[in-house]
């Protein structure tokens, strides 16, 4: 962080405390000049402090921002997010995190913006990140794994995401679309985009680009999204805190990677099939190649999608867009 995002830090910390200048000055070793100049900044910025007297600073407002001090005041983990890129506009995360990763970065970097012209779904799609509203960030993790284990993650992914989302304790229950939608009430709030850059002896990054609906109102979305896509303020009925839910997501991903790393593909496999809207379900699955009708079983150890067919063949899916078929 720089310094005035640490000092921005330390007020979000403060708990509406008022801070004195002098005791700024010490913590952070400048005149008080110096840390009235950075208030400024921060006031230019949308932030807004009040001076109580002979008590010091107090911060009264702040915007909807995701910048990284509202992140860090939330953020529990070891190694994610300790680095963070942020933007208030760019083409896409996943563009910038790939200019990272060629020019070197540390694991646990992310990529955050508060909207993207150019938001990429998978195949080339769309994806709509409208300003402010929601969470259009890539993480960039660099575990040591070979390129088959790739697609993992992007389950690995979205079990974080329902558990991060679970853990704001709204009356709201996340469900996984395989492989990578997440829906509230049958439609979509979230998408998941995983890249993976490799070289010949394995894995050099992987890009995990997460997309949540968070604070839009039905109006905010664009016509052809209207009845596919909510996003979990609808739902739930209320604001969120956009800062608090990436650290949430932040937390539960390091964790499930590192459980993964240990142990294996099986813990994740549960816990992805307990939030599984799609096992169990008549579903439809278009391929590349051809439909496929029937009804979903399971995950593989490789996160591959089984269908049992209705002259009960098992047809296993790599890669599909999913309808699930709703019960009359
Ligand atoms: P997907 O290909 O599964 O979904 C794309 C489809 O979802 C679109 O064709 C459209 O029908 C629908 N869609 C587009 N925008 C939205 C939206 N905001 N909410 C609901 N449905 C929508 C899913 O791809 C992967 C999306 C990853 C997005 C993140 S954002 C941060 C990172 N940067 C980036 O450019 N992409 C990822």
């Not at 195949?123 to 993480?139: F, L, N």
């Not at 709204?170 to 979509?188: A, Q, R, T, V």
């Not at 050099?204 to 997460?210: H, P, V």
């Amino acid at each position: 962080l720089t310094t005035k995002d640490e000092l921005l830090s330390r007020f979000l910390k403060a708990n509406n405390e008022p801070i004195s200048g002098q005791q700024l000055a010490e913590e952070f070793g400048m005149s008080r000049t110096a840390i009235w100049k950075h208030l400024q900044t921060l006031q230019e910025e949308g932030y807004t402090f009040e001076t109580i007297k002979k008590k010091g600073y107090i911060l009264t407002s702040k915007p909807d921002r995701v910048d990284p001090a509202r992140i860090s005041s939330f953020l529990k983990t070891a190694r994610l997010g300790k680095q963070v890129h942020y933007y208030d506009e760019c083409t896409s995360t996943q563009t910038i995190a790939h200019e990272l990763v060629r020019n070197g970065v540390e694991d646990g970097t992310i990529v955050v913006a508060e909207s993207q012209t150019e938001g990429k779904g998978r195949m080339a799609r769309h994806w709509e990140s409208t300003k402010g509203k929601g969470i259009w960030m890539t993480i960039i993790i660099r575990p040591k794994i070979l390129p088959h284990q790739a697609p993992q993650f992007t389950l690995i992914a979205a079990v974080s995401v329902v558990n991060a989302i679970r853990s704001l304790g709204k009356s709201i229950s996340p469900e996984i679309k395989w492989p990578n939608d997440i829906l509230l009430n049958g439609k979509k709030c979230t998408g998941i985009l995983t890249e993976m850059i490799a070289e010949m002896d394995g894995v050099q990054a992987l890009l995990i680009g997460i997309g949540i609906n968070v604070n839009q109102k039905l109006e905010d979305f664009p016509d052809e999204l209207k009845d596919i896509a909510t996003s979990l303020a609808i739902e739930a009925d209320e604001k969120i805190e956009r800062a608090e839910l990436i650290a949430a997501i932040l937390q539960y991903l390091e964790k499930y990677t590192d459980v993964y790393l240990k142990l294996g593909f099986e813990p994740i496999k549960v816990l992805w099939e307990e939030f599984s809207g799609t096992i169990g379900k008549k579903i439809k699955a278009t391929t590349l190649r051809e439909v496929i009708e029937g009804t979903a079983i399971g995950i593989t150890e490789d996160g591959v999608l089984e269908v049992k067919l209705d002259n009960n063949e098992i047809k296993r899916i790599y890669s599909a867009d999913i309808e699930i078929e709703k019960p009359l």
